[in-house]
């Protein structure tokens, strides 16, 4: 059991240092060329994949567009 503790451990100090990480790309007053490198970035780190991260930042701008969205929050 010592090794699976230790594993959910250090998934459980990843999830949160993502969070604090995605709270403060999300922390912002308006979206710009910053924020979706940021996100990228924290994205990329974050082992989430390339493709999926592209998905990811093609689908908030998008959404950006459309729905007229300027603050991330």
Same mark, same amino acid.
């Given at each position: ?16 240092? !993502?969070? #604090?990480? @995605?709270? =403060?790309? $999300?922390?912002?007053?308006? &979206?710009?060329?910053? !924020?979706? #490198?940021? @996100?990228? =970035?924290? $994205?990329?780190?974050?082992? &989430? ?25």
């Amino acid at each position: 059991m010592a090794f699976f503790d230790k594993l959910f451990s250090g998934l459980s100090k990843t999830r949160k240092q !993502f969070d #604090d990480n @995605l709270a =403060e790309v $999300f922390d912002r007053d308006v &979206i710009d060329d910053d !924020f979706y #490198d940021d @996100l990228e =970035e924290l $994205f990329i780190l974050s082992d &989430i994949g390339v493709v999926a991260t592209k998905n990811i930042i093609d689908g908030l701008k998008r959404d950006e567009y459309y729905e007229h969205i300027r603050k991330p929050k």
